[in-house]
């Protein structure tokens, strides 16, 4: 996609690089969140009712 006649083309690869690693940061975060949330819901249940589960 590189088109030395336009600078749009040439710059597009760099852009996306830089979109992917933003949405690759926040996918990063909401996985962690998700995490979290997901041991404190656990860690929340009694123990007795955690080995049930």
């Known amino acids: 996609m590189i ?5 749009k083309r040439l ?3 760099i852009e996306n690089r830089y979109k ?3 949405a690759r ?5 909401d996985l962690l969140n998700s995490i979290v949330d997901y041991r ?3 860690d929340s249940i009694p123990l ?3 080995e049930a589960i």
């Not at 088109?3 to 600078?7: A, I, K, M, R, S």
């Not at 940061?25 to 975060?29: E, F, K, S, V």
């Open 3 to 7: 088109d030395l006649g336009g600078g």
């Open 11 to 13: 710059v597009d690869p």
């Open 20 to 22: 992917d690693e933003v």
């Open 25 to 29: 940061a926040q996918a990063r975060r």
């Open 40 to 42: 404190k819901s656990v």
């Open 48 to 50: 007795k009712d955690q």
